[in-house]
Antibody
Framework: QITLKESGPTLVRPTQTLTLTCTFS??????????VGWLRQPPGKALEWLAL???????RYSPSLKSRLTITKDTSKNQVVLTMTNMEPVDTATYYC??????????????WGQGTLVTVSS | QSVLTQPPSASGTPGQRVTISCSGS????????VNWYQQLPGTAPKLLIY???QRPSGVPDRFSGSKSGTSASLAISGLQSEDEADYYC??????????FGGGTKLTVL
């Protein structure tokens, strides 16, 4: 079965860089149509899509955060890494990684990690 | 400010039918598939509807989705207490980004 799990720091200082790792099993990121995305949800607020990486290493980013985000994959390790630079308190949120498969322009995340809460504070 | 527009709240009594709307534009809902997610308190979102009106395995047929033009709707019939959750619509945008609605909190009275 497909599982995903996010890992990374729970506390980040302002201006620091956040590095989150999504470790998954049950699928390969080299399989046609597969993608892994990152999303976040500030406490009490709505979901926000951040980035998506496809099996062919094509990458998409939220326009509002594009300058701060980098998404990469390590197919051999079954991992996807998201880095976000210059963290601010407003970036405090639960960060999720999720699996999608199918047509290129779909946002059907069918498997999700449990999420990891990242707090940005000095 | 979310790209897709949803009502912040909705409510109904057990057994009722409730609909949640999602409004977008020609570049997202108008030209791409709509997906709906259910998020129970304290849990990760769950895919409820994909490709406008398809239910993943295990999702009860009480949940249905539809799309017309640049708007979409999620309908829940035979409302149950366990349906109390936040619901989000989402779609790909032709500007090559993913967009979500602001979420609708469903209360079962």
């Amino acid at each position: 079965q497909i599982t995903l799990k996010e890992s990374g720091p729970t506390l980040v200082r302002p201006t620091q860089t956040l590095t989150l790792t999504c470790t998954f099993s049950g699928f390969s990121l080299s399989t046609s149509g597969v993608g892994v995305g990152w999303l976040r949800q500030p406490p009490g607020k709505a979901l926000e899509w951040l980035a998506l990486i496809y099996w062919i290493d094509d990458k998409r980013y939220s326009p509002s955060l594009k300058s701060r985000l980098t998404i990469t994959k390590d197919t051999s390790k079954n991992q996807v890494v998201l880095t976000m630079t210059n963290m601010e308190p407003v970036d405090t949120a639960t960060y999720y990684c999720a699996h999608r498969q199918g047509a290129y322009s779909t946002l059907n995340f069918d498997y999700w990690g449990q999420g990891t809460l990242v707090t940005v504070s000095s | 400010q979310s790209v897709l527009t949803q009502p912040p709240s909705a409510s109904g009594t057990p057994g009722q039918r409730v609909t949640i709307s999602c409004s977008g534009s020609s570049s997202n809902i108008g030209s791409n598939a709509v997906n709906w997610y259910q998020q129970l308190p304290g849990t990760a979102p769950k895919l409820l509807i994909y490709s406008n009106n398809q239910r993943p395995s295990g999702v009860p047929d009480r949940f249905s989705g539809s799309k017309s033009g640049t708007s979409a709707s999620l309908a829940i019939s035979g409302l149950q207490s366990e349906d109390e959750a936040d619901y989000y619509c989402a779609a790909w945008d032709d500007t090559l980004i993913g967009v979500f609605g602001g979420g609708t909190k469903l209360t079962v009275l």
